[in-house]
């Protein structure tokens, strides 16, 4: 931890044109020793005395910012130093999750079923909802599902203190503190009580779990008493979370996606959810609806999706998919969430049931990364995430062994990696 990352948060002040004047003219040089020192400086306190003068700095930020005399310094003052809250940060999972675990654990029948009674008991709400900002009822229900179980399980941190330990490390410093900041302001704005503003270890808060900048920007009024309560208001949860989608650019009228099915010849080369193709491509491809049906003829493009390689099940993903990984970047999440959404809507099961897949550890799925880069498949820095360039490297190799070139490694496919000579040792 360290002072330093704690003023390199950015600056809410404008300042005046002689303090810009100042800075213009500074030697570098002259910077350079003033930063050693003050690191030198760091060094030499102890974690409790950098936290406290880090808090000593983010109160003077939080007053340029416009927070109140009495949030700033009674709020911010009481804060606490967790260093559990460190170790979440950086924690590193041992295993790569395989889409089949992911998928199971989010899209079970005591989330379909408690959806639909949530469907029921704000059936004319929703309604509302959607006429006002385009987003069917299902999509808002899916959200909350996935992130709250419906609101019961909002998180345990105090919020204020997750965000200060954070600030107040060096890891994302920037980041936490801007959050911090928009914390502080809704605490003035909202009245709220900050010790009820509790969430998960980085910050998220709610029935819908918004960061601080997100509530401040796109939480609404949804049950009208003139305040936006995350916390304890359904109705104010779901209605943030419809104007957040709309505003994230939703596309009123059109499904997030479908599970489609793929003839025995399909060309796995062309999945991948950066490489969207309009539907015409997808019919002559011999892509269809479950069942047989045609995809359509609407001018739009869809990405091609098999999180599971081809044993599992494919999705045509459209643009509202990506809409829904701007709340959360993740493939497995944005597929769960429009799944979830289709069965809350009364749609049936997945027709492709998953498979059961290799566990692979990070180390594991790193050392996969490391031989495809030498292999000169080139997939970037070997980060033990099977992400699109891994998945897009791993398609070049299949196809190059002739193997069914889906992007997904099996252990046949590890199994074959590992085998490969080092060309650099030729």
């Known amino acids: 931890m360290s002072v330093l990352a704690c003023l390199s948060a950015p600056a809410y002040s404008q300042g005046t044109d002689k303090d810009k004047a100042t800075k213009e003219v500074q030697n570098p040089a002259q910077v350079m020793a003033t930063e050693h020192a003050q690191n030198k400086m760091d060094e030499a306190l102890s974690p409790r005395a950098q936290f406290a003068q880090c808090v000593v700095e983010l109160q003077s930020q939080a007053q340029d910012a416009g927070v109140s005399v009495r949030v700033s310094r009674d709020v911010l003052g009481q804060a606490k130093y967790k260093e559990k809250i460190i170790s979440l940060d950086r924690n590193q999972p041992e295993f790569v999750q395989t889409f ?154 059109f499904k997030w996606g479908r599970e489609v099915s793929l003839p025995a010849s399909f060309d796995y080369t062309l999945v991948g959810k950066n490489t969207p193709k309009p539907l015409s491509l997808w019919n002559r491809e011999g892509v269809t609806r479950i069942g047989g049906n045609a995809l359509g003829t609407a001018d739009i493009k869809g990405a091609l999706l098999v999180p ?92 190059k062994q002739n193997m069914i070139a889906d992007g997904y490694p099996d252990r046949e496919v590890f199994d074959a990696l590992m085998r490969q000579a080092d060309p650099t040792n030729s």
């Open 100 to 253: 089949t675990d992911y998928f199971e654990k989010r899209v079970n029948t005591w989330r379909i079923e408690k959806g639909q009674q949530m469907l029921a008991k704000h059936r004319a709400f929703l309604g509302e909802l959607n006429k006002q900002y385009g987003v069917p009822a299902q999509y808002l229900l899916a959200f909350w599902g996935l992130e709250t179980n419906f609101g019961s399980y909002k998180g345990k941190s105090p919020v204020i203190d997750s965000l200060v330990t954070l600030a107040c490390d060096n890891r994302r410093s920037r980041y936490f503190s801007s959050e911090l900041m928009q914390a502080l302001l809704l605490i003035d704005r909202e009245d709220l009580d900050d010790k009820q503003m509790v969430g998960s270890w980085a910050g998220a808060m709610g029935h819908t779990q918004f960061m601080p900048s997100a509530y401040m920007k796109y939480a609404v009024d949804g049950d009208k008493d003139g305040h936006i309560n995350l916390w304890d208001s359904e109705k104010d949860a779901l209605a943030s979370a419809a104007n957040f989608l709309k505003n994230l650019g939703w596309q009123t009228g």
């Open 308 to 399: 599971a390689g081809h044993e599992g099940p494919a999705f045509l993903a459209y643009k509202n998919f990506n809409v829904i990984l701007r709340w959360n970047n993740s493939e497995y999440y944005g597929i769960a969430v429009g799944h979830l959404a289709d069965r809350i809507a009364g749609l049936g099961t997945l027709s492709k049931p998953l498979p059961k897949l290799p566990s692979y550890t990070v180390d594991e799925m790193r050392q996969l990364q490391d031989k495809l880069n030498v292999l000169g498949f080139d997939v970037g820095k070997a980060d033990g995430i099977l992400g699109p360039g891994t998945r897009a490297g791993i398609s070049q190799f299949q196809r």
